[in-house]
């Protein structure tokens, strides 16, 4: 059960911050279908599935996306789902034959969300960054350290989870509601080093003050 129980959403699998918002819609009862890198491409270590947490509540399928038959099974799926989610950087789903107009024309009322360290444009969207950068540039590391110290690192919790799995989440859901009403789908982005920085919004008005 709960308030998204029935929408079916697919997940193109990353790590972090893309795990985690599949979990939260999963959590609120989505039917989300987690597609995986036949290979693998897990986090980096070895962790039991059973201890991965983030990938809670979902199924699971190897899809090469690579291949024209992995390409089609995609855009499948599309024709079905209420949502499609992915975190490459930008161009990459277009190159594959998998970007917004192609998932869109299958589906005109799918919500596709995109999610980005740096955004879909400017000067640094085409930059490999990891959640260290986005808090560092964001400013969060500096509000949270400690005078005449050293800044103080959260891991993943303030860029990764926070500033984009929810941040994502968030939006999708708002898109989900806009579509049901007007039955048009639309494209949603969610930018990690932007949901840092709205975060920070009571400390920029203290600051100020």
């Not at 699998?13 to 009862?29: E, T």
């Not at 199924?59 to 499609?84: F, M, P, T």
């Not at 808090?135 to 919790?157: N, T």
Request: proline letters at 6%; charged letters at 20%; aromatic letters at 6%.
């Amino acid at each position: 059960m709960g308030p998204l129980k029935g929408f079916r959403i697919v997940e193109i699998a990353g790590i972090g911050p893309g795990q985690y918002c599949g979990m939260l819609l999963s959590d609120m009862g989505a039917e989300v279908l987690r597609i995986e890198r036949p290979n693998g491409g897990g986090p980096g270590w070895e962790i039991p599935e059973s201890f991965n947490l983030m990938n809670r509540g979902r199924y699971s399928l190897a899809v090469d996306l690579k291949s024209d038959q992995g390409r089609e099974l995609i855009l499948g799926l599309c024709e079905k789902a209420d949502a499609l989610y992915e975190g490459f950087r930008p161009g990459v789903m277009e190159r594959l034959g998998l970007g917004p107009d192609a998932c869109m024309a299958r589906n005109p009322g799918l919500v596709y969300g995109r999610m980005t360290g740096w955004g879909q444009d400017g000067p640094l969207a085409e930059r490999a960054g990891h959640d260290a950068n986005f808090v560092a540039l964001s400013g969060i590391m500096e509000v949270i350290g400690k005078k005449d110290e050293g800044p103080v690192y959260p891991p993943m919790l303030a860029g990764d989870l926070a500033g984009g799995g929810a941040y994502l989440a968030m939006v999708i859901m708002a898109a989900l509601l806009e579509t049901s009403r007007s039955v048009l789908g639309q494209v949603v982005d969610a930018s990690i080093l932007d949901g840092s920085l709205s975060m920070l919004t009571p400390f920029f008005g203290l600051q100020a003050a």
